[in-house]
């Protein structure tokens, strides 16, 4: 079973920094890309960052670009994301993710696994 589980969110300060971390298991997780997204209050849930799978290559959301810093360690089954100078508008709980191909008996589909999410607040 694909487990997720996020940790390090919390309370911060405009301008404050966090390390938030995920750990997974129940799958080869060097084998998988792995992805943040955040969902906001009373908002739909926004891509935040991706890494590949040798952790070799990133993108990011624009949101997140020269801020935010995503990494792996596959030793540890682990993805992390620094979050630095934060805003009252990076307020949002915070997921990990990944996707797998599936094929449903008549075609492939990706199917979605989500962490139960971790909570950032930042004001002030």
């Known amino acids: 079973e694909v487990r997720l589980v996020e940790s390090g969110g919390g309370w911060v300060q405009p301008g404050g920094s966090l390390r938030l971390s995920c750990t997974a298991s129940?799958?080869?997780?060097?084998?998988?890309?792995m992805s943040w997204v955040r969902q906001a209050p009373g908002k739909g849930s926004e891509w935040i960052s991706n890494?590949?799978?040798?952790?070799?290559?990133?993108r990011y959301a624009d949101s997140a670009k020269g801020r935010f810093t995503i990494s792996r360690d596959n030793a540890k089954s682990a993805l992390y994301l620094e979050l630095n100078s934060l805003k009252p508008e990076d307020t949002a709980v915070y997921y990990c993710?990944?996707?797998?191909?599936?094929?449903?008996?008549?075609?492939?589909?990706?199917?979605?696994?989500w962490g139960q999410g971790t909570q950032v607040t930042v004001s002030s």
């Open positions: 993710a990944t996707k797998e191909l599936a094929w449903d008996g008549a075609k492939f589909y990706y199917r979605d696994y």
């Open positions: 129940g799958f080869t997780f060097g084998n998988f890309d």
């Open positions: 890494i590949n799978e040798d952790g070799d290559r990133t």
